[in-house]
């Protein structure tokens, strides 16, 4: 039925379809359809397609930020990477959902435009950002988003204002609410010398080379940073660095970078963040909260 579906509409689609490709922990799992609209008219029609069958979806953006638990999904994986068009009018920068957030940092740097220098290397797209006030370097999408066009539970359009997303430390209404979907994201920059921008944006990527395990696959930082506390620290502290589950692995280079050293599962690294969090719990009373997605 599905496949009917797609094939009729010509939507572009895979069925049983790997992602590991899709995920940056590079985890060996399949949905039994991943599909990919062109724009915003195609989302809508799959959903109420897929609502009124009662057939389950999960949004993926670029999986940079999410743990895929299960082998295989009997669901529809939806992304939006083909929902990737940005204008830029004066200072004020618009992104839809599928759009990567480095090229969005690099494009408005090279339009002498300031603001997104902290997303210089975060790998995620614009619609999962936004959900979940992606950051960096003390800076984070909600110092500088202004609303953001968003599909909501009934698959109307609705513009959500800076305050209506309700935003936190790596959490907004948007995370709390899958059922909502970031379809594009307004951003008021600040002009400023292109060199100076790119200048430190180059800092940022060596200090990035220079801390964190990039060669091997990962999803950022697994934990939130405690107030007034780094999650690495208390986590090194527990002399946890390089504690191994079946090729899941705390990095000896960062110990907030949980790597997939050696075709590890889902489960494997979810293992290993339980122990993490049973040992920092133990020794210092910190409940690390996790910044990772667990799809299940």
């Known amino acids: 039925m599905i496949k009917d579906f797609f094939k009729q509409n010509n939507y572009e689609f895979i069925e049983d379809a790997p992602l590991v490709n899709h995920n940056t922990y590079h985890i060996k799992s399949k949905a039994e359809f991943l599909v990919f609209p062109k724009n915003i008219e195609e989302v809508i029609a799959i959903l109420k397609f897929l609502k009124e069958n009662n057939i389950e979806y999960i949004f993926l953006g670029n999986g940079s930020n999410v743990i895929l638990a299960n082998n295989y999904y009997d669901k529809v994986f939806i992304k939006l990477d083909k929902l990737n068009h940005i204008n830029i009018d ?23 435009l300031s603001g997104l220098e902290f997303a210089c290397a975060i790998p995620g797209l614009v619609g999962a950002s936004v959900a979940m006030n992606a950051g960096a370097y003390n800076a984070s999408i909600s110092d500088v988003l202004i609303s953001a066009k968003v599909l909501n539970d009934k698959l109307e359009i609705e513009t959500f204002t800076n305050k209506d997303l309700e935003y936190e430390y790596r959490d907004s209404f948007l995370k709390k609410h899958k059922e909502y979907i970031c ?49 690495g620290e208390l986590i090194e502290k527990c002399n946890l660095k390089q504690t191994n589950i079946n090729g899941a692995e705390v990095s000896e280079k960062h110990a907030n970078f949980i790597i997939n050293k050696d075709g590890a599962s889902g489960n494997d690294i979810i293992k290993l963040i339980e122990l993490v969090k049973k040992e920092v719990k133990n020794k210092y009373g910190v409940d690390l909260i996790l910044e990772q997605e667990i799809i299940k």
């Open 90 to 112: 004066n200072n004020i920068v618009t992104a839809e959902a599928g759009v990567s957030l480095i090229k969005l940092a690099l494009d408005t740097a090279l339009k002498n």
């Open 183 to 231: 379809l594009e994201a307004t951003f008021k920059l600040e002009n400023k010398d292109c060199e100076e921008i790119l200048n430190l944006m180059s800092s940022r990527q060596e200090r990035r080379l220079d801390t964190q395990p990039l060669s091997y696959p990962s999803a950022g930082s697994v934990f939130r940073n405690p107030p007034n506390l780094y999650a």
